[in-house]
């Protein structure tokens, strides 16, 4: 996508509506990473606006975070202990924080916001040098089941009708970058707004196969927060890697 940069599918008009669509399974994830992170320290990549940091945190658990979208900060500082929380603002691929963890985690696809295999492997051992010995990494991702839809790699679907607003999901896809451009397109009488996202998906044999270059192992691999078993027709795939 020309011009495209990341952060741009994070600025302050999406920041404010962001928690307007609850998933629904924000909280079998902080039950699920709860135990994993144990006393703590935990470190969320992609930290947003705090959906799972913060009742996270509420389990005594330190959560520091990181995030490239200063407004999707604000928003979390904007919330009930959100001002306790150590946010770093940067590239995640980078890790740059001090000090090593008990639990690193990523959620909601956001890993695949590094748009290269490179950027994506650095992450993984930018991860292994903050985990400690008995750490463990988490990484919520989708299957790219949407292959199966394309038509000449791309695709246009409805996501809402209305009377008075329009919402498109248009998607064009790379096979050779591993990458898809991707705008949710909204049509009103107020105009035409767009939000786009740009994402480098891999699949769960790929990550698999970066944790060892950094030096990790896949321990669980599940399709769901509540331990539903990961299988050949999942669309979400959530792997957690150790030493």
Not at 34 to 51: D, K, M, Q, V
Not at 163 to 174: A, I, P, T, Y
Request: net charge negative; charged share 25%.
């Amino acid at each position: 996508m020309k011009s495209y940069e990341p952060g741009m599918s994070f600025d302050e008009a999406a920041a404010r509506s962001y928690d307007d669509s609850q998933r629904g399974d924000e909280g079998a994830a902080v039950a699920f990473l709860a135990p994993l992170a144990r006393s703590g320290p935990a470190l969320e990549f992609g930290i947003g606006t705090g959906r799972i940091a913060l009742p996270l945190a509420t389990h005594g658990i330190r959560v520091d975070g990181i995030d490239i979208s200063p407004a999707m900060v604000d928003q979390l500082r904007a919330k009930p202990g959100g001002d306790q929380l150590s946010v770093t603002i940067g590239d995640f691929a980078d890790v740059p924080v001090p000090g090593d963890y008990r639990l690193i985690y990523v959620v909601f696809n956001t890993f695949f916001n590094l748009l290269t295999q490179a950027d994506q492997v650095r992450c993984f051992e930018n991860v292994a040098a903050h985990l400690r010995e008995d750490g463990v990494f988490v990484i919520e991702a989708y299957v790219p089941a949407f292959l199966y839809r394309l038509r000449n790699d791309q695709y246009v679907d409805a996501e809402s009708i209305q009377v008075d607003e329009v919402r498109l999901d248009v998607l064009r896809h790379d096979m050779a970058t591993q990458t898809i451009d991707e705008s949710h397109v909204t049509l009103s009488s107020a105009g035409v707004s767009l939000n786009p996202v740009v994402q480098r998906y891999a699949w769960p044999s790929e990550l698999d196969l970066m944790a060892r270059i950094a030096g990790l192992r896949l321990r669980e691999r599940w399709s769901g927060w509540s331990r539903e078993p990961f299988a050949s027709t999942s669309s979400n795939c959530i792997s957690v890697y150790g030493r």
